[in-house]
Each structure stands twice: as structure tokens, then as C-alpha cells.
């Protein structure tokens, strides 16, 4: 299966916790996003990489949150000090962004998402 | 106002009916559209990209207006699989992904 994979599946932490998550993207992609995803809504943007540079972070990502893609491949993305709040699905996506055809391409493709659950 | 707002649904339709689910974006700067399904649990995936001249794939038909920063959705004979929820997505002001809140479809029997 070459499509994006994320690590783990879910995650069950007590409050206070840190937890790490995993994404490998699609190889030759050169984007690499994070979302949050709560019932009910659109996945909220979280951050994105170009190569292993952290291009944007939203204002929802609290200093609790910290992304690293350290050599533009795989990503990890941590939360320290887990609140019941960070309950959530985390997905990541993976792009190629480029011009074809006199039109910018930039279709994400996502992993399952690993669910995490803060007690 | 939120980014980008969809109609609220849930849209419950029988087999073969023709629905059109319609998406407001805020940002005049926006470059790209998309549309994604998703089912209950599973992560999004890409349904098509939106492009200024419209496009259909199938039964399924995406058009784009600019001027009045409106994304359209047609989906045409609608089979009992086409159950999802419907994300409408923009580019931000930045580079990132705005997804709306989404329009659920269940197509009935």
C-alpha cells in the first residue's frame, strides 16, 4: 500500500500526558499537512510542510503542540500536557504540489488518522 | 463569518434523484477547490477538484463561480454508496486547507 499511513491507529493517554503520532506520506510528495478533526466537522488545519520546513501553523496550535518532519520524509506530531480538549482524530495528508496544464495542482491525499482519546 | 459555509443537511434523498449541495467561501484570494467525501470513521478523500471552467466526472458535476465565491456540487442518479458527508474545501489565506462543516447524504432505497 503506497498511500499515507499514520501511527498509531488510536491512542488512549490520562490527562497530562504526552503523546507522539506518527504520518508517512505518499513518497514523492513534497507537502505534508496535520489536521484535527472533532464529530460533527471539517478537519481543522493544524500545520503543513514543504520538504522539511514548517511553512504555516495555525492559531489553534497551542505550545502544547509541536510538528517535525526532520528530513522531508515522515512527520511527527506531539502534544504534551494532554488535556480532554485534544480529544479528537488527528489526520494527516499528503500532497504534490506543482503546475500542470497552466493549473496549480495541490489534491491532498489523507492517512486513516489516529484517534486519540484523553481521560 | 466562517471561511467556508455549506448547507447544514442532513440531505436524505431516494435512489436515483439528482441533488446539489452548494459551499460559500470568504476568501477572494482563494485559488483552489476541491470536493471530498466521508464516510462515518474514515478520513477524506478527494472526490474532485473544482475548476474555474467547471468539470464532471460521471455523475458527478463541480461548478465555480468567482464573482460570487460559490462552489457547487451536482450529483446526478444518486446511488445508495454515494451515503457520505460532502466537504467543501478552499485554500486559505496562507497555503493551508479550509474545510467546511460538511453536508450528509444518505440516499435511500
Known amino acids: 500500500d503506497t498511500g499515507v499511513s499514520q501511527d498509531p491507529r488510536h491512542k488512549i493517554t490520562k490527562r497530562g500526558q504526552n503523546v507522539t503520532f506518527r504520518c508517512d506520506p505518499i513518497s514523492e510528495h513534497n507537502r505534508l499537512y496535520w489536521y484535527r478533526q472533532t464529530l460533527g466537522q471539517g478537519p481543522e488545519f493544524l500545520t503543513y510542510?514543504?520538504?522539511?520546513?514548517?511553512?504555516?501553523k495555525s492559531r489553534l496550535l497551542s505550545d502544547r503542540f509541536s510538528a517535525e518532519r526532520p528530513k522531508g520524509s515522515f512527520s511527527t506530531l506531539e502534544i504534551q500536557r494532554t488535556e480532554q480538549g485534544d480529544s479528537a482524530m488527528y489526520l494527516c495528508a499528503s500532497s504534490l504540489v506543482g503546475l500542470a496544464g497552466g493549473l496549480n495542482y495541490n489534491e491532498q491525499f489523507f492517512g486513516p488518522g489516529t484517534r486519540l482519546t484523553v481521560l | 463569518r466562517k471561511e467556508v459555509e455549506q448547507d447544514p443537511g442532513p440531505f436524505n434523498v431516494p435512489e436515483g434523484a439528482t441533488v446539489a449541495f452548494n459551499c460559500t467561501y470568504s476568501?477572494?484570494?482563494?485559488?483552489?477547490f476541491f470536493w471530498y467525501r466521508q464516510d462515518c470513521r474514515k478520513e477524506p478523500k478527494l472526490l474532485m477538484s473544482v475548476y474555474s471552467s467547471g468539470n464532471e466526472d460521471g455523475r458527478f458535476t463541480a461548478q465555480l463561480n468567482r464573482a460570487s465565491q460559490y462552489i457547487s456540487l451536482l450529483i446526478r442518479d444518486s446511488k445508495l454508496s454515494d451515503s457520505a458527508t460532502y466537504l467543501c474545501v478552499v485554500t486559505g489565506y496562507g497555503q493551508n486547507f479550509v474545510f467546511g462543516p460538511g453536508t450528509r447524504l444518505s440516499v435511500l432505497p
Open positions: 510542510f514543504q520538504n522539511e520546513a514548517q511553512l504555516e
Open positions: 476568501n477572494s484570494a482563494s485559488q483552489s
